[in-house]
């Protein structure tokens, strides 16, 4: 089968050029970085043109509009892109660093050292700025990349890769330790199946694509989430900090993963925060879909019931669920049943209370009076993000370049041997 050679050879290919890099000094890398940089900006006409198309074919197909938000490349976003690869040459390399280290009895000394995977794959819908972060962070960490993206992004993809390639190329290192996937659904299962070619797959998009790639792949999967987040507003909460925090997490970019989708206000303050809240939602174009004890505070603001399915929603949009608790205890209970693990924020003057929301939420970042924006790699300083992990094995939260490695020991003795 035509498909199957070719991830085969693909995955044959990026291993081969994986040895390239598990030898590869950070000067060297570093320098590859800045040539995939240079290559990108260069490319930035044919990379916008080539997005033009993708954006305009999926506005035709009626596509959502935060997904079409997603997709869409400008001049800003190509420039970010840029800077990304360069801000991961200045940071630290990952591999070559001991972990622990210690001294046997007899002598040997044993150190735990961080490598790379070998071969990552990236399965990743819409959003095109991932191509280039997801190649940065794998190469920096010394890993080849294949990166499956979807097809409402291939024109996009296509030229962002020929791009970075061509910078690889330039530095001195082979082509192949970044590659783009193409070709039918069909070649997305043959890349779940490469157990044995791909060291690890990392899905990036909806619930739907995550869970898909979770139950059905062979290759060890880190699991990205997806962000059904939660702001609860506690009793005695200085409500402007609040308002300013609800404000920025559900409307500044409404379609990423870090951005809140419920809203829970403990009961003795929604009088006072929910009048102005809402109305200053509303203003923004949020849809706010609200429960019974919500309602009485929403005055002449349209509203709409709030349902179950609400509840678990990730609207990826100017949508909101809005709810009532009586304290503390129900809003944990709630976020405890509706979290998916990603971000979860509280705004609150009580030290106590920010004590049992931090220790009780099950959550891969719990924000205390700070907005869940903030839960990205670039905020952390870690530089271009891979994901946000869910997981609760090897990486949790955002996945940067420590993340993208491995660790093996080393021993090393003098002539030692077991008794």
């Known amino acids: 089968m035509t498909t199957e050679l070719s991830v085969r050879e693909r995955a044959l290919a990026a291993r081969e050029a994986s040895r390239a890099l598990a030898t590869a000094t950070r000067g060297v890398k570093d320098a590859a970085l800045h040539a995939m940089a240079d290559a990108l900006a260069k490319a930035e006409t044919a990379v916008l043109e080539a997005n033009a198309d993708d954006v305009a074919?999926?506005?035709?197909?009626g596509t959502h509009a935060g997904l079409v938000d997603r997709l869409r490349l400008t001049p800003t976003r190509v420039e970010q892109m840029v800077?990304?690869?360069r801000a991961l040459a200045g940071l630290a390399d990952p591999v070559g660093d001991v972990v622990r280290g210690w001294t046997t009895a007899q002598g040997v000394r044993i150190q735990q050292v961080r490598v790379p995977f070998s071969v990552v794959g990236i399965i990743y819908e819409a959003r095109p700025n991932v191509t280039a972060d997801a190649a940065g962070i794998a190469l920096k960490s010394g890993n080849a990349v294949l990166l499956r993206g979807s097809s409402s992004a291939a024109a996009s993809n296509a030229a962002v890769v020929e791009a970075l390639r061509a910078g690889v190329?330039?530095?001195g290192l082979p082509a192949d330790v970044v590659q783009l996937v193409p070709g039918p659904r069909e070649v997305t299962?043959?890349?779940?199946a490469a157990r044995g070619l791909v060291d690890v797959l990392i899905p990036r998009g909806g619930a739907d694509l995550i869970e898909t790639v979770v139950r059905n792949s062979v290759v060890p999967v880190i699991e990205?989430?997806?962000?059904?987040?939660?702001?609860?507003?506690?009793?005695?909460?200085?409500l402007e900090t609040a308002t300013a925090i609800l404000l920025n997490a559900k409307v500044q970019r409404p379609s990423v993963c870090n951005a809140v989708e419920t809203l829970l206000v403990h009961a003795d303050a929604a009088a006072d925060f929910l009048p102005t809240a809402l109305a200053r939602l509303a203003e923004a174009g949020v849809v706010l879909h609200v429960d019974e004890r919500t309602r009485p505070h929403a005055g002449d603001l349209a509203t709409v019931a709030v349902t179950e399915q609400d509840w678990a929603t990730e609207y990826h949009a100017l949508e909101i669920a809005v709810g009532v608790v009586d304290d503390l205890d129900a809003a944990i209970d709630h976020i405890r049943r509706w979290s998916t693990g990603h971000s979860e924020t509280i705004v609150t003057d009580s030290t106590a209370a920010a004590g049992r929301f931090t220790a009780e939420i099950d959550a891969?970042?719990?924000l205390v009076n700070a907005s869940s924006r903030?839960?990205?790699g670039g905020e952390f300083g870690f530089g271009a993000e891979i994901g946000i992990s869910t997981q609760k094995l090897h990486a949790r939260g955002p996945m940067a370049l420590p993340e993208m490695t491995s660790t093996k020991y080393v021993i090393?003795?003098?002539?030692q041997t077991r008794a």
């Open 224 to 238: 990205t989430g997806v962000g059904n987040c939660h702001l609860y507003v506690d009793a005695g909460a200085d």
């Open 374 to 376: 903030f839960v990205d």
């Open 169 to 171: 190329v330039d530095a």
């Open 189 to 192: 299962a043959e890349l779940m």
């Open 364 to 366: 891969a970042a719990v």
């Open 83 to 85: 800077d990304g690869l």
């Open 412 to 415: 090393t003795g003098t002539g």
């Open 57 to 61: 074919r999926a506005e035709t197909a």
